[in-house]
Protein backbone atom coordinates (compact mmCIF):
# COMPACT_ATOMS: atom_id res chain seq x y z
CA UNK A 1 0.00 0.00 0.00
CA UNK A 2 2.90 2.37 0.93
CA UNK A 3 4.25 2.12 -2.91
CA UNK A 4 1.55 2.53 -3.92
CA UNK A 5 0.78 5.93 -2.47
CA UNK A 6 4.56 6.61 -2.88
CA UNK A 7 3.71 5.94 -6.90
CA UNK A 8 1.37 7.71 -7.05
CA UNK A 9 2.63 10.79 -5.61
CA UNK A 10 5.67 10.28 -8.02
CA UNK A 11 3.53 10.55 -11.05
CA UNK A 12 2.06 13.63 -9.60
CA UNK A 13 5.00 15.34 -9.23
CA UNK A 14 6.61 13.92 -12.37
CA UNK A 15 3.08 15.15 -14.61
CA UNK A 16 3.16 18.35 -13.04
CA UNK A 17 6.85 18.84 -13.75
CA UNK A 18 6.87 17.61 -17.12
CA UNK A 19 5.83 20.83 -19.23
CA UNK A 20 3.08 23.88 -19.53
CA UNK A 21 0.32 22.47 -20.65
CA UNK A 22 -1.19 25.60 -21.09
CA UNK A 23 0.54 26.01 -24.27
CA UNK A 24 -1.22 26.83 -27.40
CA UNK A 25 0.32 25.24 -31.17
CA UNK A 26 1.94 28.40 -31.70
CA UNK A 27 4.01 28.67 -28.26
CA UNK A 28 5.04 25.09 -28.13
CA UNK A 29 8.77 24.18 -28.35
CA UNK A 30 10.77 24.09 -31.89
CA UNK A 31 13.32 22.01 -32.85
CA UNK A 32 17.06 23.04 -34.35
CA UNK A 33 14.99 22.99 -38.06
CA UNK A 34 12.02 25.83 -36.39
CA UNK A 35 9.51 23.02 -36.39
CA UNK A 36 7.11 22.00 -33.80
CA UNK A 37 8.62 19.16 -31.51
CA UNK A 38 6.36 17.32 -29.16
CA UNK A 39 6.14 16.08 -25.98
CA UNK A 40 5.34 13.32 -23.82
CA UNK A 41 5.29 11.40 -20.65
CA UNK A 42 5.57 8.12 -20.69
CA UNK A 43 4.98 5.60 -17.89
CA UNK A 44 6.61 2.04 -17.88
CA UNK A 45 5.22 -0.94 -15.28
CA UNK A 46 6.98 -4.29 -15.24
CA UNK A 47 7.14 -7.08 -13.01
CA UNK A 48 10.63 -7.49 -12.82
CA UNK A 49 13.31 -4.53 -13.82
CA UNK A 50 17.62 -4.32 -12.71
CA UNK A 51 19.66 -1.52 -13.08
CA UNK A 52 23.25 -3.05 -13.17
CA UNK A 53 26.55 -1.84 -14.33
CA UNK A 54 27.69 -3.10 -17.26
CA UNK A 55 31.23 -4.08 -18.57
CA UNK A 56 32.19 -0.86 -19.59
CA UNK A 57 31.44 0.54 -16.58
CA UNK A 58 27.85 2.21 -17.35
CA UNK A 59 24.60 1.87 -15.81
CA UNK A 60 22.13 0.45 -17.47
CA UNK A 61 18.09 -0.45 -17.13
CA UNK A 62 17.02 -3.24 -18.54
CA UNK A 63 13.08 -4.29 -18.53
CA UNK A 64 12.04 -8.35 -19.71
CA UNK A 65 9.28 -7.65 -22.63
CA UNK A 66 7.81 -10.51 -21.05
CA UNK A 67 7.30 -8.55 -17.82
CA UNK A 68 6.09 -4.84 -19.07
CA UNK A 69 2.57 -5.07 -18.07
CA UNK A 70 2.40 -1.62 -20.13
CA UNK A 71 3.73 1.26 -21.60
CA UNK A 72 1.09 4.06 -21.34
CA UNK A 73 1.59 7.65 -23.57
CA UNK A 74 0.51 10.70 -22.83
CA UNK A 75 0.59 13.85 -25.49
CA UNK A 76 0.86 17.71 -24.84
CA UNK A 77 -2.12 19.36 -25.63
CA UNK A 78 -3.41 20.26 -28.00
CA UNK A 79 -3.44 16.63 -28.82
CA UNK A 80 -3.79 15.19 -25.13
CA UNK A 81 -3.86 11.82 -26.13
CA UNK A 82 -3.72 8.61 -23.66
CA UNK A 83 -2.60 5.20 -25.54
CA UNK A 84 -0.79 2.18 -24.75
CA UNK A 85 1.99 1.54 -26.60
CA UNK A 86 4.54 -1.14 -27.74
CA UNK A 87 7.96 -1.02 -26.58
CA UNK A 88 8.93 -0.89 -30.62
CA UNK A 89 7.09 2.42 -30.38
CA UNK A 90 8.27 3.88 -27.43
CA UNK A 91 12.03 3.58 -29.15
CA UNK A 92 10.31 5.04 -32.44
CA UNK A 93 9.77 8.13 -30.44
CA UNK A 94 12.97 8.47 -28.40
CA UNK A 95 14.64 8.30 -31.75
CA UNK A 96 13.43 11.21 -33.03
CA UNK A 97 14.70 13.60 -30.56
CA UNK A 98 18.26 13.59 -31.76
CA UNK A 99 19.44 15.98 -28.88
CA UNK A 100 18.03 13.66 -26.38
CA UNK A 101 19.12 10.21 -28.17
CA UNK A 102 22.82 11.20 -28.86
CA UNK A 103 23.30 13.76 -26.17
CA UNK A 104 21.62 12.19 -22.90
CA UNK A 105 18.68 14.53 -22.46
CA UNK A 106 15.75 12.55 -21.42
CA UNK A 107 15.12 13.00 -17.82
CA UNK A 108 13.45 9.68 -15.80
CA UNK A 109 12.40 8.81 -12.56
CA UNK A 110 12.70 5.20 -12.01
CA UNK A 111 11.19 3.37 -8.98
CA UNK A 112 12.49 0.17 -8.08
CA UNK A 113 10.29 -2.15 -5.09
CA UNK A 114 9.91 1.80 -4.05
CA UNK A 115 13.34 2.95 -4.46
CA UNK A 116 13.43 6.28 -6.56
CA UNK A 117 16.04 7.21 -8.70
CA UNK A 118 16.47 10.57 -10.78
CA UNK A 119 18.50 9.92 -13.96
CA UNK A 120 18.81 11.11 -17.37
CA UNK A 121 18.73 7.93 -20.08
CA UNK A 122 21.57 8.36 -22.72
CA UNK A 123 20.70 5.35 -24.97
CA UNK A 124 17.53 2.80 -25.86
CA UNK A 125 17.91 -0.41 -27.14
CA UNK A 126 14.79 -2.53 -27.83
CA UNK A 127 14.94 -6.67 -29.42
CA UNK A 128 12.64 -8.94 -29.23
CA UNK A 129 13.15 -9.75 -25.49
CA UNK A 130 14.48 -6.63 -23.66
CA UNK A 131 14.48 -3.28 -23.31
CA UNK A 132 17.87 -1.39 -22.31
CA UNK A 133 18.53 2.22 -21.12
CA UNK A 134 21.97 3.41 -20.46
CA UNK A 135 21.51 5.87 -17.18
CA UNK A 136 23.24 8.64 -16.09
CA UNK A 137 22.89 10.04 -12.62
CA UNK A 138 21.04 13.66 -12.22
CA UNK A 139 23.17 15.44 -10.44
CA UNK A 140 25.06 14.16 -7.06
CA UNK A 141 23.01 11.72 -6.37
CA UNK A 142 24.85 8.18 -7.50
CA UNK A 143 23.04 5.87 -9.45
CA UNK A 144 22.12 2.45 -6.77
CA UNK A 145 21.90 -0.85 -8.35
CA UNK A 146 18.65 -2.75 -7.63
CA UNK A 147 16.53 -5.54 -9.16
CA UNK A 148 12.27 -5.66 -8.72
CA UNK A 149 9.05 -4.47 -9.42
CA UNK A 150 9.76 -1.73 -11.60
CA UNK A 151 8.04 1.93 -12.57
CA UNK A 152 9.72 4.14 -14.85
CA UNK A 153 8.20 7.54 -16.03
CA UNK A 154 10.23 9.75 -18.90
CA UNK A 155 9.59 12.93 -20.34
CA UNK A 156 10.61 13.66 -23.91
CA UNK A 157 10.21 15.65 -26.62
CA UNK A 158 10.47 14.55 -30.07
Known amino acids: ????????????????????????PSQR???????ASDAYFFIIKSDHGSITKNS??????????????????????????????????????????DDAYYHGTVGAAV???????????????????TIVFTLNRDGKTPIVPKIGKTEVYIDIEA
Open 29 to 35: RFSREGE
Open 111 to 129: NINGHLQQVYLMMMYVDND
Open 56 to 97: EGDFELTLDNSQVKEILSFSERPFDKVKRISPQELHEIYQRD
Open 1 to 24: MLVRIFSLITLVLLVSGCGDFSKT
